[in-house]
């Protein structure tokens, strides 16, 4: 069974830093990129960041350039992005997912996506 568990959202004030966690099994986690999705209220699900362990690559969002950094231990199948500088419209429920290995390097959208996790929610006061 695949599972996506995200972990380490919260409540936190403008300017401060979150580090989310992303725990996959049930796949092949070296083949596939994986990924960090947002969805505010109202709004579509963007893709915020991606890596991938084939194509040597990683993706951010524009938004978030600068800000937030994803990096992945392989060896425990765990994903991570930690999100500095943080602002009120970064407020977003966040889901971690598997992207198709066929879109390997080519960036970081939801319709590329096989498997998503269940969620968690990041709130940014002002």
């Known amino acids: 069974e695949v599972q996506l568990v995200e972990s380490g959202g919260g409540l936190v004030q403008a300017g401060g830093s979150l580090r989310l966690s992303c725990a996959a099994s049930?796949?092949?986690?070296?083949?596939?990129?994986i990924g960090w999705f947002r969805q505010a209220p109202g709004k579509e699900r963007e893709g915020v960041s991606c890596?991938?362990?084939?194509?040597?690559?990683?993706y951010y969002a524009d938004s978030v350039k600068g800000r937030f950094t994803i990096s992945s231990d392989n060896a425990k199948n765990t994903v991570y992005l930690q999100m500095n500088s943080l602002k009120p419209e970064d407020t977003a429920v966040y889901y971690c997912?598997?992207?198709?290995?066929?879109?390997?390097?080519?960036?970081?959208?939801?319709?590329?996506?096989?498997?998503w996790g269940q969620g968690t929610q990041v709130t940014v006061s002002s």
């Open positions: 997912a598997a992207v198709d290995p066929f879109f390997a390097g080519y960036g970081c959208s939801a319709v590329m996506v096989n498997y």
């Open positions: 049930g796949f092949t986690f070296d083949d596939y990129t």
């Open positions: 890596i991938s362990s084939v194509a040597k690559s990683t």
